[in-house]
Structure formats: structure tokens, C-alpha cells
């Protein structure tokens, strides 16, 4: 029970200081070169869906949360967001070269690929349907951001770190992160596919269902299931495609709603290519 605890906790703060240094990092990007960014983060949405793939494809969900912390201050589309969850395995990853490191770079490229055109898809939905997404934090300009004089860095830290990103987005981040790894730990018990009798297009569904969870603890163990030769990779593909270890959890701190969104947009997409891998034999 203590260890669970200690474990909870120290994931809670390492995710939430990563996505904190971010969140300064960008701040301050976008502060000094909030024009430049603009265009070239908005200006052409296929360049967002490619290196929005590739940012997810790189083992661990680092790549994830800079792409959840451009999306949360504006600066990038829901389709790249889409597609870096996409791409992304998240600490699994790291088993998947472990356990299976021929079939890994295979998987990582099916994930790329499928995060682009589902990128895509994903902006024109929401531009055809005019489905509201969340208000985008952008910083709040202060005489001393405009002022021609050298950059302030006092000034910086205490209306921009402290005032902006501590006292209005930390603590709902560390409070969500710290629910979603309790929750996890209750249910995680309950959550195998082992000896179930079940045929391989239910097993896929059962893995999109799976992904859903914000962790990495259900995907390996259809990673272990796949090394064993249990499942075929029809099913593991579907999971990997829908899952995203932790990268969606800091944007539950920003919109909940978005966040059913882009899973929902991710499960469709496991589903139907998990089945499609199924019916060509894999």
C-alpha cells in the first residue's frame, strides 16, 4: 500500500514538473516570438501533423506533453494533437524494443503514418462541424513584454511563472494527474485479457477499449501477450494506436471535453485499423 503510494505520488510530480518546465519554455517562446510561431505553428497544418507524429513516435511521453502544452496555449490544431497520441506509446514503448525489437519499428511506423491522414481528418471534422473546442491559454502582455528594453527576467518569473502558470494551471494539473494515477491503481487490478475466450476481432475492440486508460500498465501487458505469440499484432496495433501512456492527462487539467474528443478520434481510428490489419492476415 505505502510503496503504491510513494509510486502515485512520485509520478504525479515528475509528469507535473516536466509539463511545467514546458509550459515556461513556451511561455517564454511565445512571448518573445509569439508572431513568428503563429505562422509557422498554424500556418500549414500538414507540417503540425507530421512533426506531431514524429514528436509521438520518440519513446516516452515527453514528446506528447510539448505537443498537449502547444495545444493548450493555441499553437497548435486539434489534428496534430490527435496525432501525436497517436503516434505516441508512451513508456511502452521501451518494452515494445525490449520484448519484440523487430516488430517495434514496424509498429512506431504504422503509428506515424496513421497520426498524419487521422490528423487531417481529425481538423476537417472540427471545421465542418464547428465543434467547439476549449479557450486556449495565451500569456497576458504587460507593458514590460512590449517595451523595446532588454528581456526582464524578475518580471518574467513573477507575472508569467508565478502569477500565470503557478497560481492558475499548476495545481488543477497536479490534482488531475494525482485523481487519474488513483483511479488507475484501483482498477488496474481488474484489467486483463489473459485466457479470455474470446475471438481476435473482440480482442481487438477489447484493446481500443483498453487504450482509453491514461497509462502505460494495461499496453504492456498486451505487449507480453504479443511476445508470447497470445495475440496476433492485428490486436496489439489497435491498442498502441489508441493508448497514449500519460500524454493526454495534462490536457484533463484544461478541458475535459477536448480530451473525450481526441479519444474518441483515437479509438475510432485503432478500431478500424486494428480490424483492417485483422482481415489482411496480421
Same mark, same amino acid.
Given at each position: 500500500?505505502?510503496?503504491?503510494?510513494?509510486?502515485?505520488?512520485?509520478?504525479?510530480?515528475?509528469?507535473?514538473?516536466?509539463?511545467?518546465? &514546458? &509550459?515556461?519554455?513556451?511561455?517564454?517562446?511565445?512571448?518573445?516570438?509569439?508572431?513568428?510561431?503563429?505562422?509557422?505553428?498554424?500556418?500549414? #497544418?500538414?507540417?503540425?501533423?507530421?512533426?506531431?507524429?514524429?514528436?509521438?513516435?520518440?519513446?516516452?511521453?515527453?514528446?506528447?506533453?510539448?505537443?498537449?502544452?502547444? /495545444?493548450?496555449?493555441?499553437?497548435?490544431?486539434?489534428?496534430? $494533437?490527435?496525432?501525436? $497520441?497517436?503516434?505516441?506509446?508512451?513508456?511502452?514503448?521501451?518494452?515494445?524494443?525490449?520484448?519484440?525489437?523487430?516488430?517495434?519499428?514496424?509498429?512506431?511506423?504504422?503509428?506515424?503514418?496513421?497520426?498524419?491522414?487521422?490528423?487531417?481528418?481529425?481538423?476537417?471534422?472540427?471545421?465542418?462541424?464547428?465543434?467547439?473546442?476549449?479557450?486556449?491559454?495565451?500569456?497576458?502582455?504587460?507593458?514590460?513584454? &512590449?517595451?523595446?528594453?532588454?528581456?526582464?527576467?524578475?518580471?518574467?518569473? #513573477?507575472?508569467?511563472? /508565478?502569477?500565470?502558470?503557478? #497560481?492558475?494551471?499548476?495545481?488543477?494539473?497536479?490534482?488531475?494527474?494525482?485523481?487519474?494515477?488513483?483511479? $488507475?491503481?484501483?482498477?488496474?487490478?481488474?484489467?486483463?485479457?489473459?485466457?479470455?475466450?474470446?475471438?481476435?476481432?473482440?480482442?481487438?475492440?477489447?484493446?481500443?477499449?483498453?487504450?482509453?486508460?491514461?497509462?502505460?500498465?494495461?499496453?504492456?501487458?498486451?505487449?507480453?501477450?504479443?511476445?508470447?505469440?497470445?495475440?496476433?499484432?492485428?490486436?496489439?496495433?489497435?491498442?498502441?494506436?489508441?493508448?497514449?501512456?500519460?500524454?493526454?492527462?495534462?490536457?484533463?487539467?484544461?478541458?475535459?471535453?477536448?480530451?473525450? /474528443?481526441?479519444?474518441?478520434?483515437?479509438?475510432?481510428?485503432?478500431?478500424?485499423?486494428?480490424?483492417?490489419?485483422?482481415?489482411?492476415? /496480421?
Amino acid at each position: 500500500m505505502i510503496e503504491a503510494i510513494v509510486n502515485i505520488l512520485t509520478m504525479t510530480v515528475k509528469i507535473t514538473v516536466i509539463v511545467f518546465l &514546458m &509550459m515556461v519554455v513556451i511561455e517564454y517562446l511565445q512571448l518573445r516570438y509569439q508572431a513568428t510561431m503563429r505562422r509557422g505553428l498554424t500556418g500549414r #497544418r500538414w507540417i503540425q501533423y507530421v512533426v506531431a507524429a514524429l514528436l509521438g513516435v520518440v519513446p516516452g511521453c515527453v514528446g506528447a506533453f510539448f505537443v498537449v502544452s502547444l /495545444y493548450m496555449r493555441g499553437l497548435t490544431s486539434f489534428g496534430a $494533437l490527435a496525432a501525436v $497520441l497517436i503516434a505516441t506509446s508512451g513508456d511502452g514503448a521501451f518494452v515494445l524494443l525490449t520484448e519484440t525489437p523487430q516488430t517495434a519499428p514496424l509498429l512506431f511506423a504504422i503509428c506515424a503514418l496513421a497520426g498524419v491522414p487521422v490528423g487531417f481528418i481529425a481538423d476537417a471534422l472540427v471545421d465542418k462541424f464547428k465543434i467547439k473546442l476549449c479557450e486556449h491559454c495565451e500569456p497576458e502582455l504587460h507593458e514590460e513584454d &512590449m517595451a523595446a528594453s532588454p528581456f526582464s527576467l524578475s518580471h518574467f518569473v #513573477r507575472e508569467h511563472v /508565478y502569477h500565470h502558470i503557478i #497560481r492558475q494551471h499548476l495545481l488543477s494539473l497536479f490534482l488531475w494527474l494525482l485523481g487519474a494515477f488513483v483511479v $488507475l491503481q484501483l482498477i488496474q487490478p481488474y484489467v486483463d485479457v489473459r485466457g479470455l475466450p474470446v475471438s481476435n476481432v473482440v480482442l481487438v475492440a477489447i484493446a481500443a477499449g483498453i487504450g482509453i486508460l491514461p497509462e502505460s500498465g494495461a499496453h504492456l501487458v498486451f505487449v507480453l501477450l504479443f511476445a508470447e505469440g497470445a495475440i496476433p499484432f492485428s490486436v496489439l496495433l489497435a491498442i498502441s494506436i489508441v493508448q497514449d501512456g500519460h500524454g493526454l492527462i495534462p490536457l484533463l487539467s484544461a478541458s475535459v471535453r477536448d480530451s473525450l /474528443y481526441v479519444k474518441a478520434v483515437n479509438v475510432a481510428a485503432g478500431l478500424i485499423i486494428g480490424l483492417a490489419a485483422l482481415g489482411l492476415g /496480421y
